[in-house]
T-cell receptor, first 113, second 118 residues
Framework: EAGVAQSPRYKIIEKRQSVAFWCNPI?????LYWYQQILGQGPKLLIQ????????DSQLPKDRFSAERLKGVDSTLKIQPAKLEDSAVYLC???????????FGPGTRLTVL | DQQVKQNSPSLSVQEGRISILNCDYT??????FLWYKKYPAEGPTFLIS?????DKNEDGRFTVFLNKSAKHLSLHIVPSQPGDSAVYFC?????????????????FGQGTILTVHP
């Protein structure tokens, strides 16, 4: 069974630039999550989708971050414009509907200079 | 407001000995707890979980203990192996909470770096 796929794996940009991350969840998983993991901290949930609807985006900085999950499968997370403090690993995870075990992708390491 | 805390940033043990990783939480609504293991440049992988209706769950070398009155859980690894060296995250959710809009939402601790020496 293929795992959660993410791209790119690494990205370096300058502040005020834009960046987008892509995630393809495990086939059949209705729930998709985006997490931000800053160095030395645990992952923090940014947004949760159930199929293509948003369940929780309470910790998403909506002035600069946006996410979509068209057709309830793939998802993209965008940052525009990026700030230095956005440097982190962005993790995508998926689970079955109402499943409690989340499966994580390898993450995208973003460096903002 | 950190609802899940892992107060030990790192732990070093000898191969064959027991590793004990600790986690404390403050939110009494949490009813499901998980441990994830993370290797460098990889995403976290699920290790073991426990529901709040239990106080112990065992899977091979891994055992998780839950003390609800103390809001504390621990992960025991016996015997420890060099391949267990990784970052371990404790996570909690309100999985069983009725009407929750954040169904399945995980709140993670900061992680503990475990090093097992040969």
């Amino acid at each position: 069974e293929a795992g959660v796929a993410q791209s790119p794996r690494y990205k370096i940009i300058e502040k005020r630039q834009s960046v987008a991350f892509w995630c393809n969840p495990i086939s059949g998983h209705a729930t998709l999550y985006w997490y931000q993991q800053i160095l030395g901290q645990g992952p923090k949930l940014l947004i949760q989708f159930q199929n293509n609807g948003v369940v929780d985006d309470s910790q998403l900085p909506k002035d600069r971050f946006s996410a979509e999950r068209l057709k309830g499968v793939d998802s993209t997370l965008k940052i525009q414009p990026a700030k230095l403090e956005d440097s982190a690993v962005y993790l995508c995870a998926s689970s079955f509907f109402n499943g409690n075990e989340q499966f994580f992708g390898p993450g995208t390491r973003l460096t903002v200079l | 407001d950190q609802q899940v805390k892992q107060n030990s940033p790192s732990l070093s043990v000898q191969e064959g000995r027991i590793s004990i990783l600790n986690c404390d939480y403050t939110n009494s609504m949490f009813d499901y707890f998980l441990w994830y293991k993370k290797y460098p440049a990889e995403g976290p992988t699920f290790l073991i979980s426990i529901s709040s209706i239990k106080d112990k769950n065992e899977d091979g070398r891994f055992t998780v203990f839950l003390n609800k009155s103390a809001k504390h859980l621990s992960l025991h690894i016996v015997p420890s192996q060099p391949g267990d060296s990784a970052v371990y995250f404790c996570a909690a959710s309100t999985w069983g909470a009725a009407g929750g809009t954040s169904y399945g939402k995980l709140t993670f601790g900061q992680g503990t770096i475990l090093t097992v020496h040969p």
